[in-house]
């Protein structure tokens, strides 16, 4: 298929998304408590629960999380100060409380050393990463996935650390000044559609690598383009996620 093809191929998918025929009027992230979009509190929600969103309903996950803030009893473990002032069994009980943390010794441990850098690096307060790296969003994933990785455990996944960015682009009051590196979170559902549009071949979605094939490639084929690889995104998902409607 040539590169022509594949892009006709996008724009009528894209077509698809915005009539609403992939599904997906409610997003995974939609289930939150309606913050300040600008608040340490808001940035703080849609952070720590996206380091735990990896093989589980995402749906789901957000809800547990909605749940946990909303419960006075738990809403604490989304205060970084107050989290590394508990002891780990209490932390540990407000996490599986609601089913955020699945794995419960492993992804508590996970939240607990997030909260830990936040205060180390931030003083508890997350928006200054943002700040410090002037809204960029390269500058932001070197210091993330390349200069501090064991700082941000699954935070600092291709998968996640990508999400998570745009999650935060969504949900907050944060704008990038290069949104065109901001790449296509290559989950599953993303890694599947791009296959079934022909982006990657079948050897390169067994590949070990075919995460970052998937990015290079969204870069590669939207460059020149109207659209960022991000913004393919949620129309993958959906699209994948809902049986792969066919295409007009």
Request: charged fraction near 25%; charge should be positive; hydrophobic fraction near 35%.
């Amino acid at each position: 298929m040539s590169k022509q093809q594949i892009l006709e191929k996008i724009e009528r998918l894209i077509e698809m998304y915005q009539k609403g025929e992939l599904g997906g009027e409610v997003m995974p992230e939609d289930s939150n408590p309606n913050l300040q979009k600008s608040s340490l509190e808001n940035y703080i929600y849609f952070t720590l629960p996206m380091a735990l969103n990896y093989q589980r309903n995402s749906y789901k996950l957000w809800e547990s999380a909605s749940k946990t803030y909303e419960d006075k009893e738990t809403n604490f473990v989304f205060c970084p100060k107050k989290v590394l002032q508990t002891d780990f069994d209490k932390v540990q009980s407000a996490l599986i409380k609601y089913k955020v943390a699945l794995q419960k010794q492993k992804q508590t441990e996970i939240w607990i050393t997030l909260c830990n850098t936040f205060m180390e690096l931030f003083q508890g307060d997350i928006r200054k990463l943002f700040d410090e790296m002037n809204n960029d969003v390269e500058k932001i994933r070197n210091f993330i996935q390349i200069q501090n990785k064991k700082k941000f455990p699954y935070l600092s996944g291709n998968k996640i650390c990508n999400y998570w960015l745009y999650v935060i682009y969504q949900y907050t009051d944060r704008n990038y000044i290069n949104m065109g590196q901001l790449t296509v979170a290559p989950d599953t559902h993303v890694c599947q559609a791009t296959y079934k549009l022909g982006l990657i071949t079948a050897d390169q979605m067994k590949s070990s690598k075919v995460q970052t094939i998937v990015m290079e490639n969204w870069k590669e084929v939207l460059k020149h383009t109207k659209y960022n690889p991000i913004d393919m995104h949620t129309p993958l998902w959906l699209w994948s996620r809902n049986g792969f409607k066919e295409i007009k």
